[in-house]
């Protein structure tokens, strides 16, 4: 279980980076370069999606939950915006679902 979060962990910074480096050249007129690292950062999200050994669709449906933690966590660090306690609660659903998701038993 700590596995297959920890993967989502990594995969989520991949493609929030892959995002944020974009944003910062159209919204803040930092270096077209940028868009390089970008680049790589969303080949690492894609190739690291297909990592785990369950169906894709299960996965991208449970990725968004962690995307979600994610994107809470980088408001706060990056960002510098401290969460409300919506922003928490909402994190902390959408997180259950991913864990719903990947953790239910299956039949065979």
Avoid: N
Avoid at 19 to 40: D, E, H, I, M
Avoid at 87 to 107: E, H, N, T, W
């Amino acid at each position: 279980m700590l596995k297959t979060f920890g993967l989502f962990a990594i995969t989520a910074l991949a493609e929030i980076v892959g995002c944020y480096l974009p944003y910062l050249w159209l919204r803040q007129g930092k270096s077209a370069w940028l868009l390089v690292p970008a680049a790589v950062s969303l080949m690492l999200f894609a190739w690291l999606l297909s990592l785990h050994p369950t169906a894709a669709g299960r996965v991208y449906a449970a990725y968004g939950g962690v995307y979600i933690g994610a994107a809470i966590v980088w408001l706060w660090i990056v960002d510098g915006i401290r969460p409300t306690g919506w922003d928490l609660l909402g994190s902390a659903v959408a997180l259950l679902g991913m864990a719903i998701i990947m953790f239910a038993p299956r039949g065979a």
